[in-house]
């Protein structure tokens, strides 16, 4: 079970900023542990992002995003109370979805 | 223009296309600059604010009752007054110990059990959400750790001491890194911690995300790794000695403002 | 340039491959591009997301530090006021993996996004962007890595 993700959007101007934090190990499955085992990869694929129900930024990442991934876009034609939702899938085919209303 | 917007929040240091090689310090200052917004350890805070509120342990309880220091369940203003005396206790006690302290006698957890536990895992994660939450509620406020009672200026004469004294092989002490201006290791730039070495920098900087890890490093663990570039044995986990070091840095950050949880390297 | 793109559009097998890729405009989630995610080097990646090679822009802003002090977490951004741009791909030249992600922009968002990505050495990286109609251009800009972030 993933912790939630902390997204925080503005409005600016006609639009809005969205700041995501996302919590994920993003393992690149390069990396040995303290046995000497490596690690599998283990990382978020796909991320959308949606306005009030509408995808309107998706993208997919591979190994090379940082761990706890942080990401940053603005969407047009944005208000206060809109709602943004950010969901992404992981390479175990976890999923997660967290909302926030444009403040 | 609608780049200048993204832009101009992301750049805080060097505009637009770098002419020439910014110095290496400018350079460490521009990554620092562009990582300021959206600091991971957020995702620790908002996890320690749920522990602080959730029933838990056999005692089933919160931790809201527990005195951080300026009555029960006052989290605002706590961290930078901290590390103190606790009449209950009869120590001085530093954030870390004192979240052992309320784990136990208002959950009913294993203080000794959770001192075992090896950093980021079990209880230590929870104790390292809690070091979070309640560190960021006092961000922007100064040191100001009390030093009315003996008991606290004993602790920081202490503390002196510890941070004076050499040993391990290579017969270092914290004083050997953090003990004039100017120095550094690598890339990174060593505070003089003998003196108070402003907001945000030092004591005032921890807990703090680091990058190079993923992880969240409370003041114990930022110790614990000093001992270990010393070569020193472990410390105990919120021993006294660690203790007395935090009351010893602290008073010498008196009046500088926190920024924990900072971001680190 | 033109004649490929006649080329790679008027074939079936080749637009398929394109689809498959995920570089095709106003496409719902398409499947993830494993080939272009394992691919090693700026030409193999290319290569797998099925764009020519691009021309550099100044039109693509990239932003990013001249140093990183730990590879593990570079901040990056790349945004662009040209019209048409559809998809941004940031790719790290000598990583194990070059492909760190591809960002695809509806109508909806500014063609600007910021991240963070793991560099295992020093290294060019590239902000790649994509047109509509399949014009490839990018920017570019070395980062000096002082401790790398991908391996143990």
């Known amino acids: 079970m993933s912790d939630p993700m902390r997204i925080r959007a503005?409005?600016?101007?006609?639009?809005?900023?969205?700041?995501?934090?996302?919590?994920?190990?993003?393992?690149?499955?390069?990396?040995?542990?303290?046995?000497?085992?490596?690690?599998?990869?283990?990382?978020?694929?796909?991320?959308?992002?949606?306005?009030?129900?509408?995808?309107?930024?998706?993208?997919?990442?591979?190994?090379?995003?940082?761990?706890?991934?942080?990401?940053?876009?603005?969407?047009?034609?944005?208000?206060?109370?809109?709602?943004?939702?950010?969901?992404?899938?992981?390479?175990?085919?976890?999923?997660?979805?967290?909302?926030?209303?444009?403040? | 223009m609608r780049i200048a917007p993204l832009l101009g929040a992301l750049l805080l240091a060097a505009a637009g296309p770098a002419p020439a090689q910014t110095s290496t310090a400018d350079g460490i200052a521009q990554y620092r600059a562009l990582l300021a917004d959206g600091n991971p350890a957020e995702l620790w805070e908002a996890k320690g604010e749920a522990l602080w509120k959730q029933r838990r342990g056999p005692g089933n309880a919160s931790l809201e009752a527990c005195d951080l220091g300026l009555g029960a369940g006052v989290v605002k203003g706590a961290f930078v007054e901290l590390p103190r005396w606790f009449a209950d206790t009869r120590r001085v006690q530093d954030l870390e110990s004192r979240l052992l302290t309320c784990m136990q006698s208002l959950q009913g957890l294993d203080a000794?059990?959770?001192?075992?536990?090896?950093?980021?895992?079990?209880?230590?994660?929870?104790?390292?959400?809690?070091?979070?939450?309640?560190?960021?509620?006092?961000?922007?406020?100064?040191?100001?750790?009390?030093?009315?009672r003996a008991e606290e200026r004993q602790m920081y004469e202490v503390g002196k001491r510890v941070f004076h004294f050499r040993a391990g092989p290579y017969d270092f002490a914290c004083v050997s890194c953090h003990g004039e201006a100017g120095k550094r290791i690598r890339l990174q730039d060593l505070p003089n911690l003998t003196v108070n070495p402003g907001d945000g920098v030092g004591f005032a900087a921890w807990p703090a995300y680091r990058l190079s890890s993923g992880e969240l490093w409370g003041m114990q663990r930022r110790l614990n790794d000093c001992y270990r570039q010393q070569r020193f044995p472990f410390p105990g986990y919120a021993s006294d000695a660690t203790i007395a070091l935090g009351v010893y840095m602290g008073v010498q950050a008196k009046g500088a403002a926190s920024s924990a949880p900072a971001i680190k390297r | 340039?033109?004649?490929?793109?006649?080329?790679?559009?008027?074939?079936?097998?080749?637009?398929?491959?394109?689809?498959?890729?995920?570089?095709?405009?106003?496409?719902?989630?398409?499947?993830?591009?494993?080939?272009?995610?394992?691919?090693?080097?700026?030409?193999?990646?290319?290569?797998?997301?099925?764009?020519?090679?691009?021309?550099?822009?100044?039109?693509?802003?990239?932003?990013?530090?001249?140093?990183?002090?730990?590879?593990?977490?570079?901040?990056?951004?790349?945004?662009?006021?040209?019209?048409?741009?559809?998809?941004?791909?940031?790719?790290?030249?000598?990583?194990?993996?070059?492909?760190?992600?591809?960002?695809?922009?509806?109508?909806?968002?500014?063609?600007s996004v910021a991240t963070r990505i793991k560099m295992g050495e020093t290294s060019n990286v590239l902000a790649v962007a994509i047109t509509g109609d399949g014009k490839v251009l990018y920017a570019q800009k070395e980062v000096k890595v002082t401790l790398g972030g991908c391996g143990g």
């Open chain 2, 112 to 148: 000794a059990a959770i001192a075992a536990t090896p950093f980021g895992k079990g209880e230590q994660a929870n104790v390292e959400s809690l070091v979070a939450y309640i560190s960021a509620a006092s961000r922007g406020l100064k040191f100001n750790l009390p030093q009315a």
């Open chain 3, 1 to 111: 340039m033109q004649t490929r793109r006649d080329m790679m559009t008027r074939s079936a097998a080749v637009a398929a491959l394109l689809a498959g890729a995920g570089v095709l405009p106003a496409r719902a989630q398409t499947a993830w591009n494993k080939a272009a995610f394992e691919a090693r080097g700026v030409d193999a990646v290319l290569k797998a997301l099925g764009i020519a090679k691009p021309a550099e822009s100044p039109d693509i802003v990239f932003t990013a530090p001249d140093i990183a002090e730990n590879g593990a977490v570079v901040p990056i951004a790349a945004s662009t006021a040209l019209p048409g741009v559809k998809r941004i791909a940031f790719l790290v030249e000598k990583n194990p993996t070059t492909l760190a992600g591809v960002f695809e922009f509806s109508d909806a968002v500014e063609t």
């Open chain 1, 10 to 103: 503005q409005v600016q101007g006609s639009g809005a900023i969205v700041r995501v934090l996302m919590s994920h190990e993003m393992e690149t499955g390069l990396r040995k542990d303290a046995a000497g085992k490596t690690v599998p990869a283990w990382h978020i694929t796909e991320v959308t992002a949606a306005l009030n129900g509408k995808t309107v930024l998706s993208a997919q990442w591979g190994t090379a995003i940082a761990k706890n991934p942080f990401t940053q876009f603005v969407v047009k034609g944005a208000k206060a109370g809109d709602k943004i939702t950010i969901s992404w899938v992981d390479n175990h085919g976890d999923k997660r979805s967290d909302e926030a209303t444009i403040a």
